[in-house]
C-alpha cells in the first residue's frame, strides 16, 4: 500500500508545532517556517496539518492526508481567509510557480490552483505530475498553460490565494485508499540554482536602417544532481530604455542533473524604427524574470530616415511622397483661399475615378515616427476644402510596409466652396474593417473624397484641396470648429490626486456625453457620465480608492466631439 513508508515516517514527525500562531499576513514565497495562522483550509476528504519534515527535523512543512472516501477534488487552501499580502506578480512570460512535495508514488497528478481570495469566479488552475516516489522533489506550474476547460491567466486580475489538490481525479469516484502527501515551499518566479548559460551571437549583431534580425546560442548546463526545470527569454533592451521584445520566449527548458542543453537559438526581428545606437540583450532564464546573462549588439541605420513627420503641412518643400491611386490626380499648389505663402494637396477625382479613389502621404518611407495612438488618444485632423457639403472622406492609416496593418474612419464634410477641419476618431473604425490596435505601427496615411464603395466609376471630374494632417493628442486642443466649442473642459483636479478627482466640463446645450476612463493598458475602468446632460457647467468625480497607482487617461463624448486628458493617482 502507498501509506506503508509513513509508518516510520510519521512516528518520526508525530507532533504539531504548539507555538501561538500570530495573525500576520502571508506572504510568498510560503514556507511555513513563521509561528503565524496560514489559514489551511481543507476540502473534499482533505486533513491537513503543520509537522516537522521527516526528512529535516528543523523544518516545518504540511502533512496532507488524502482521507479514505474523499472526494475527487479533495485539496488544501492557504490563506484562505485574507489573501497573501501583495497579489501573486504574474506578468507576461512571468507565470511560472513552484511547490516542493513529497508523494508516496511518482505519475501522481497534482493540481496548483490561484485565485482572488474574496471572489472565487477569478482562478487560474494547472497540473503537473510527480516523477519521484517517497521522496521530495519541486514541481514547476506554468500558469499560462491552464488546465483543460478552465480559465486562462488574466493578467488584469487578481490572484492572491492558492490551493493543492494531490491525486486529483475529476471526475471519478471517492477515494479507496488514504494516502498521505507532504508540501513545502510555495514560491513565485524562484530562479533555479547552480544553471551555467553561454550566450554567443550567431552572425552579424550590426543591424542596418531599414532593419533585419539578430540570432543568439544559448547553452544551459545543470551542475546539480537533481533535474532542473527553468524558463528561458531574451529581451533586447533600447538605449533610452524599454524594450521590443520579449525577442522570443519565454522557453520551458528540462535539464537532467549534470546535463547540457543547447544549443537553443533565439531570433528577432528588429524593427527598422527602431533608434540607432548600442542595444543590450538580456537573457533572463528563472521563473522571474531576473537577469543571468547579457550581451549587446548595434542597430546602425544605413541612408537616412525619413523626413515626412506630423503635422505635415506641405510647407516644407520635400518629397511627400505623394502616391494617387483609382483614378486620383494630386498636386501641391498654393492654397486658393489666398492665404499667403500657404502650400496645400489639390486632389482631382476624375471623370471615371473608382470608388476608392484617394490619395496617400508617405507611402514610400513612412512618417519618421508612428502615429501616437495610445487609449484615450486616437484621433487626427485635416483640414480639408470640398465643392458641397455631406460629401464623405475617409481617413485611413497604416503601416507602410505592411498594408495588412491598417484602420479608418469616416467623416462628412459640412460646408460648400470653404475650408474646415474634419476631427476624425480611429477608435470608431468604419464598419467591416479593422479595430485599431495600439501593439500595432501605423506611419502613413490615405485621404479618399467622396469616398462611394461600392459603386460606379465617377461621372464627374471633382476638385478637393487638403492641408494641416495633423495627432490630436492628449495635450493637444482638438481644432476648434463650431462643434467644437459647444464642449468645454476644464482642467481636472486635484492631479495628481490620491482619494478621488473632479473632471469639470461643459455644453452649451442639452446633449448625450459619455465620461469614461482607462488604465494604460486601454482597458476600462470607470464610466463617470453616460446619457443626456442639460446645457450649462457639469463636474463628474473619479473614485481611485480601489485602483492601483499610474497613470489613467479619461474620454469624454458630446454628440460628435470628444476631447480626452490624463490623471495620476499616487498613493
Known amino acids: 500500500m502507498k501509506n506503508n513508508l509513513f509508518t516510520t515516517l510519521c512516528a518520526l514527525a508525530a507532533f504539531v508545532l504548539m507555538a501561538p500562531l500570530s495573525h500576520a499576513q502571508i506572504s510568498l514565497p510560503v514556507d511555513f517556517e513563521a509561528a503565524i495562522d496560514y489559514e489551511l483550509v481543507d476540502f473534499g476528504g482533505n486533513s491537513s496539518s503543520l509537522i516537522a519534515d521527516p526528512d529535516d527535523a528543523s523544518n516545518t512543512v504540511v502533512q496532507s492526508i488524502r482521507t479514505l472516501g474523499a472526494e475527487c477534488f479533495a485539496g488544501t487552501t492557504v490563506a484562505n481567509a485574507s489573501g497573501f499580502t501583495s497579489p501573486i506578480p504574474f506578468a507576461p512570460g512571468e507565470t511560472f510557480m513552484n511547490v516542493r512535495v513529497w ?321 476624425y476618431d480611429f477608435s470608431n473604425e468604419s464598419p467591416g474593417t479593422a479595430p485599431l490596435n495600439f501593439a500595432s505601427t501605423y506611419n502613413k496615411a490615405s485621404i479618399f473624397f467622396d469616398f462611394q464603395c461600392p459603386g460606379p466609376p465617377s461621372k464627374t471630374e471633382d476638385t478637393y484641396f487638403w492641408d494641416d494632417l495633423e495627432f490630436v493628442g492628449a495635450g493637444t486642443a482638438a481644432p476648434q470648429t463650431a462643434a467644437a466649442r459647444a464642449l468645454t473642459v476644464d482642467a481636472a483636479y486635484p492631479n495628481p490626486f490620491s482619494r478621488s478627482a473632479t473632471i469639470p466640463f461643459a455644453v452649451e446645450a442639452a446633449t448625450d456625453v459619455q465620461l469614461v476612463v482607462y488604465d494604460v493598458m486601454g482597458r476600462e475602468v470607470a464610466v463617470l457620465v453616460d446619457g443626456t446632460v442639460e446645457a450649462g457647467q457639469h463636474e463628474a468625480r473619479f473614485d481611485g480608492q480601489d485602483l492601483a497607482s499610474g497613470l489613467y487617461v479619461w474620454k469624454l463624448t458630446a454628440g460628435d466631439q470628444a476631447k480626452t486628458g490624463s490623471l495620476t493617482l499616487v498613493r
Open 103 to 423: 508523494s508516496p508514488a511518482a505519475g501522481v497528478s497534482v493540481k496548483l490552483k490561484v485565485e482572488k481570495f474574496d471572489d472565487p469566479t477569478i482562478s487560474v488552475e494547472t497540473d503537473e505530475l510527480t516523477t519521484v516516489a517517497g521522496g521530495w522533489e519541486t514541481l514547476v506550474y506554468d500558469f499560462s498553460n491552464e488546465s483543460p476547460g478552465t480559465a486562462a491567466i488574466n493578467f488584469a486580475n487578481t490572484y492572491n490565494k492558492a490551493s493543492i489538490f494531490f491525486d486529483f481525479q475529476c471526475p471519478g469516484p471517492p477515494s479507496t485508499t488514504e494516502d498521505t502527501y507532504l508540501w513545502d515551499d510555495l514560491t513565485f518566479g524562484d530562479i533555479p540554482d547552480d544553471v551555467e548559460v553561454t550566450l554567443d551571437p550567431v552572425g552579424s549583431t550590426v543591424i542596418p536602417f531599414t532593419g533585419g534580425s539578430i540570432s543568439y546560442s544559448v547553452s544551459l548546463t545543470n551542475t546539480t544532481d537533481a533535474t532542473k526545470i527553468v524558463s528561458a527569454r531574451i529581451d533586447a533592451i533600447l538605449p533610452s530604455g524599454g524594450s521590443f521584445g520579449p525577442v522570443q520566449g519565454p522557453q520551458t527548458v528540462p535539464i537532467p542533473a549534470g546535463a547540457t542543453r543547447g544549443p537553443i537559438t533565439f531570433t528577432s526581428n528588429v524593427p527598422g524604427l527602431a533608434p540607432q545606437g548600442t542595444y543590450t540583450l538580456i537573457l533572463a532564464v528563472s521563473m522571474g524574470g531576473e537577469q543571468i546573462a547579457s550581451d549587446s549588439f548595434t542597430f546602425e541605420k544605413e541612408g537616412e530616415p525619413s523626413t515626412i513627420d506630423l503635422p505635415i503641412t506641405f510647407d516644407d518643400g520635400i518629397d511627400y511622397e505623394l502616391v494617387d491611386f483609382g483614378g486620383n490626380s494630386s498636386s501641391i499648389v498654393a492654397d486658393p483661399a489666398g492665404r499667403g505663402g500657404n502650400m496645400v494637396v489639390q486632389s482631382i477625382r476624375t471623370l471615371g475615378a473608382e470608388c476608392f479613389a484617394g490619395t496617400t502621404v508617405a507611402n514610400a518611407s513612412g512618417f519618421a515616427n508612428p502615429i501616437p495612438f495610445a487609449p484615450g488618444e486616437t484621433s487626427m485632423s485635416v483640414r480639408v476644402w470640398s465643392p458641397a457639403a455631406g460629401i464623405s472622406v475617409k481617413l485611413k492609416v497604416e503601416k507602410f510596409d505592411d498594408p495588412t496593418i491598417s484602420v479608418e474612419t469616416d467623416e462628412l464634410t459640412t460646408v460648400a466652396g470653404a475650408w474646415e477641419t474634419l476631427v
